[in-house]
């Protein structure tokens, strides 16, 4: 490790010493459990200890404060889709209970093509997957949503760019 | 140049899934991919990144399925954002205490079989379990009872004599205490069934109802309660030795039994449902049971990806 990595992480400890129960008590007002307020608690001087470039902090409690919110996002979105994704399955009455196994494995995927096509317009969604997932045609897929050939091959377009620019970021 | 790359390999894309690229068209895609390194790098990583749909597809999963879960609000960012940088808001956040909706607890079973898979084990009594496909169990013996749990599935149990310790198993929906030597219980969805095969079985029902199945006899139980005692078919352990026995069964009660040997999606049309079926089939091969029966009954079965499989009037 460098010396200036060892600057950084000793400056991090510093504010992990100073603010850390802070930030908890102030997660825990608003997760139930206290487990869970560590949880991100800590998440967040994980992050911050791998962006080394944000030293000097003028205001850490700011930036601590920016960087669990965004960590309370995913861990939201994540039980969204998570329960959403199950309601979806309980509707579907002649669709098979998948074993727990199965439904773990899908749950991760799930977040992954959430992150991958976040952004996207429902209806590109919606394409992309007819696509991607059931193997269908662009004129199935244009029967299928009653859109026009020339919309599906629009949307595809959108979804693969947006797939595309990720790859390169 | 990153633009002018990604505009290109997008037109590629959009052209290949279409349907109606022609040979040609792929090799022309092909000629270009090798034509730079940087082509071919990005179509990796997209391929890799696309990798992540094998899940989906693997589990029979459909667009539609997932473009539900995919639409779920996301409304809680704008909630944080004033609960956390505004002043001290204890808006009740109760909806964050639900556990996530995940029942890891299988993966750690004591006994546990995948689809299409049976196993037997001999417990330390010398009782003997069965585990039909897709099932999973614990064990917890002690010094004042033998306790089965089933957590998912099927099994029959084959049980040792003791003179001390009952044998019992316990499901979601039901406490079960043996008598006998021989019984089979099955649960799953929600949907249960006790076969007393051999000997009594006591069953204690979620809601407090308590039965006394005799020797020969089944019966049906869901969450709200037992449903009649019926004389038992004799098909109800044939999966032991891999078969499946139906005499004028409906055809639902067939699929039903398939489902934990299908990889995949295996959808019923209600308006088929009814079908009776009789026969003897081999559990091993359910795409061979589902073209057998089309044969016979008026059904159609159309398969995509062979993991997801419809059942469909004809």
Same mark, same amino acid.
Request: proline share 4%.
């Given at each position: 490790m460098s010396g200036a990595d060892t600057s950084h992480s000793d400056y991090v400890g510093g504010l992990f010493r100073s603010h850390y129960d802070w930030l908890c008590s102030r997660l825990h007002r608003h997760l139930d459990s206290r487990a869970h307020a560590e949880d991100i608690a800590a998440d967040t001087f994980v992050q911050l200890l791998s962006a080394p470039g944000v030293v000097p902090i003028r205001q850490p409690r700011a930036l601590l404060t920016t960087i669990a919110q965004r960590l309370m996002y995913q861990l939201w979105r994540r039980r969204d889709l998570e329960r959403a994704y199950l309601e979806a399955l309980d509707h579907d009455e002649t669709c098979t209970a998948p074993s727990a196994e199965a439904l773990a494995q899908m749950l991760e995927a799930l977040h992954a093509i959430d992150q991958l096509l976040d952004g996207l317009p429902a209806k590109v969604k919606a394409t992309f997957l007819l696509s991607q997932l059931n193997g269908l045609t662009y004129p199935e897929i244009a029967a299928e949503l009653g859109i026009s050939q020339r919309s599906v091959s629009d949307y595809m377009t959108r979804a693969f760019n947006r797939c595309l620019r990720l790859c390169l970021e | 140049m990153n633009d002018d790359l990604i505009n290109d390999a997008t037109r590629w894309y959009v052209l290949l899934r279409s349907g109606q690229a022609t040979a040609g068209d792929w090799q022309r895609y092909q000629l270009w991919r090798a034509a730079d390194p940087r082509h071919d790098a990005l179509c990796r990583q997209l391929e890799t990144r696309l990798g992540v749909f094998q899940i989906p597809q693997a589990q029979g999963v459909s667009g539609q399925l997932l473009q539900q879960a995919l639409d779920a609000p996301s409304s809680r960012r704008q909630v944080l954002q004033v609960a956390l940088v505004g002043a001290g808001?204890?808006?009740?956040?109760?909806?964050?205490?639900?556990?996530?909706?995940?029942?890891?607890?299988?993966?750690?079973?004591?006994?546990?079989?995948?689809?299409?898979?049976?196993?037997?084990?001999?417990?330390?009594?010398?009782?003997?379990?069965?585990?039909?496909?897709?099932?999973? =169990?614990?064990?917890?013996?002690?010094?004042? /009872?033998? +306790? *089965? @749990?089933? %957590?998912? &599935?099927?099994?029959?149990?084959?049980?040792?004599?003791?003179?001390?310790?009952?044998?019992?198993?316990?499901?979601?929906? =039901?406490?079960?205490?043996?008598?006998?030597? /021989?019984? +089979? *219980? @099955?649960? %799953?969805? &929600?949907?249960?069934?006790?076969?007393?095969?051999?000997?009594?079985?006591?069953?204690?029902?979620?809601?407090?109802?308590?039965?006394?199945?005799?020797?020969?006899?089944?019966?049906?139980?869901? @969450?709200?309660?037992? &449903?009649?005692?019926?004389?038992?078919?004799?098909?109800?352990?044939?999966?032991?030795?891999?078969?499946?026995?139906?005499?004028?069964?409906?055809?639902?009660?067939?699929?039903?039994?398939?489902?934990?040997?299908?990889? &995949?999606?295996?959808?019923?049309?209600?308006?088929?449902?009814?079908?009776?079926?009789?026969?003897?089939?081999?559990?091993?091969?359910?795409?061979?049971?589902?073209?057998?029966?089309?044969?016979?009954?008026?059904?159609?079965?159309?398969?995509?990806?062979?993991?997801?499989?419809?059942?469909?009037?004809?």
């Open positions: - | 808001v204890a808006a009740g956040a109760t909806w964050l205490a639900k556990p996530l909706g995940v029942p890891l607890a299988d993966l750690t079973a004591d006994i546990r079989t995948g689809t299409g898979e049976r196993r037997t084990v001999t417990l330390d009594d010398g009782s003997e379990l069965s585990l039909n496909a897709q099932s999973a =169990a614990d064990i917890q013996f002690d010094p004042q /009872r033998r +306790l *089965v @749990r089933l %957590r998912e &599935g099927e099994l029959l149990a084959r049980v040792a004599g003791d003179r001390i310790r009952p044998f019992m198993i316990q499901t979601y929906q =039901a406490r079960l205490r043996a008598y006998g030597n /021989r019984l +089979l *219980v @099955r649960e %799953r969805a &929600g949907q249960g069934q006790v076969v007393a095969l051999n000997g009594a079985v006591e069953i204690d029902s979620q809601n407090g109802e308590r039965l006394q199945l005799a020797a020969g006899h089944e019966v049906h139980y869901d @969450r709200a309660g037992f &449903g009649p005692v019926q004389a038992s078919s004799s098909g109800a352990t044939a999966w032991v030795d891999g078969f499946l026995q139906v005499r004028d069964r409906p055809l639902s009660e067939v699929i039903e039994a398939l489902r934990p040997y299908h990889n &995949g999606v295996l959808r019923l049309d209600p308006s088929v449902a009814g079908l009776r079926v009789s026969g003897l089939y081999r559990l091993d091969n359910p795409q061979q049971i589902l073209d057998t029966l089309a044969r016979t009954l008026p059904i159609h079965i159309t398969r995509r990806t062979g993991l997801w499989v419809n059942v469909n009037a004809a």
